[in-house]
Nanobody, 123 residues
């Protein structure tokens, strides 16, 4: 079993900052990409930021210049530093990781998701 556990969400005023963390644990052989998605009410889940095992990053246009994704491979943890938050950033934020489990055959990787953490930005 592989688990992703997120933390760091909460309520913040516009212009403020939050840092999300997501730790992967369990039957892990290798972690490929890790990242963050979000889903606002009545909207589809969307990519926020992704970081590869080689630390290459991809950001949604809405996150560029304000959010920073990073990872600590020793801790199997990905972070999302969010600055200059806006009310439109309000959403449930989900951690995602592409992981090769120890018991997999042929090095097949699977996508795993965290349970989500609420971020609310007040105006």
């Amino acid at each position: 079993q592989v688990q992703l556990v997120e933390s760091g969400g909460g309520l913040v005023q516009a212009g403020g900052s939050l840092k999300l963390s997501c730790a992967a644990s369990g039957n892990i052989f290798k972690i490929n990409s890790m990242g963050w998605y979000r889903q606002a009410p009545a909207k589809e889940r969307e990519l926020v930021a992704v970081i590869t095992s080689g630390r290459e990053t991809v950001y949604a246009d809405s996150a560029k210049g304000r959010f920073t994704v990073s990872r600590d491979n020793a801790k199997n943890t990905v972070y999302l530093q969010m600055n200059s938050l806006k009310p439109e950033d309000t959403a449930i934020y989900y951690c995602n990781a592409n992981i090769v489990p120890r018991t997999t055959i042929g090095m097949r990787a699977y996508d795993y998701w965290g349970q989500g953490t609420q971020v609310t930005v007040s105006s």
